[in-house]
Structures are given as structure tokens and as C-alpha cells.
């Protein structure tokens, strides 16, 4: 019922910026939240950013202070503002979405984006 699409990676050099962003689209249920994760190959999937209620958001320690995660609750796309790239922050990035239903929570996913990071 819902579908992600992430967009904005690419090739960035060391120390610079992306912004990456993910358009959910679909019937999509009023209670949710999205996040964004990134793999590295061979490496397990891991929480990058997400989004709490009332505009918070957490962070991994290894994003912190260098990525921001925000929302446009209209459009339904979320984006991760990405600065002062490092070479380990070469992954897949995926987006995620959470939708909080009485008959149990259901999780999408988008297909990834690849962010590469070159020195």
C-alpha cells in the first residue's frame, strides 16, 4: 500500500554535503513515524536517523551533529541533510516507514540510495 523512493545519492567529496530525500507515497496510514537507515556491504543495516513526535529526532553517535532529519508532512518526504561527509558514511541508504496500526505495526521500505564517499 506504500511505496518509498529515496533520491540525492551520489559521489561527495570528503568534508562535503548531500541531501538525501525519500517520497513515500501510496494509502499511508495517519499514525506513523519514518526514519532513515544506511548499509554498508558486508555490514549490518543500521539506524542513521529517526523522527519522534512533536518534531524530535535521534540520532546515531556517529551522525550526530553532522546529519539533521526533518519532514514535510504534506508532501509525505522526509530528507537527511548530510554534512561534513567521512569516508565510513559510505553506505546504501534506505528509508523507512513505520505505520502504527491496532492490528499490528507494518514497516516499508524504499530500495536505497547509494552514497559514496571519495578521499
Known amino acids: 500500500q506504500v511505496q518509498l523512493e529515496e533520491s540525492g545519492g551520489g559521489l561527495v567529496q570528503s568534508g562535503g554535503s548531500r541531501r538525501l530525500s525519500c517520497a513515500a507515497s501510496?494509502?499511508?496510514?495517519?499514525?506513523?513515524?519514518m526514519a532513515w537507515f544506511r548499509q554498508a556491504p558486508g555490514k549490518e543495516r543500521e539506524m542513521v536517523a529517526r523522527l519522534t513526535h512533536e518534531n524530535s529526532s535521534v540520532y546515531a553517535d556517529s551522525a550526530k551533529g553532522r546529519f539533521t532529519i526533518s519532514r514535510d508532512n504534506a508532501s509525505n518526504t522526509m530528507y537527511l541533510q548530510m554534512n561534513n561527509l567521512k569516508p565510513e558514511d559510505t553506505a546504501v541508504y534506505y528509508c523507512?516507514?513505520?505505520?502504527?496500526?491496532?492490528?499490528?505495526?507494518?514497516?516499508?521500505w524504499g530500495k536505497g540510495t547509494l552514497v559514496t564517499i571519495s578521499e
Open positions: 523507512l516507514l513505520v505505520e502504527f496500526r491496532l492490528d499490528g505495526d507494518r514497516s516499508y
Open positions: 501510496g494509502r499511508i496510514f495517519g499514525l506513523n513515524t
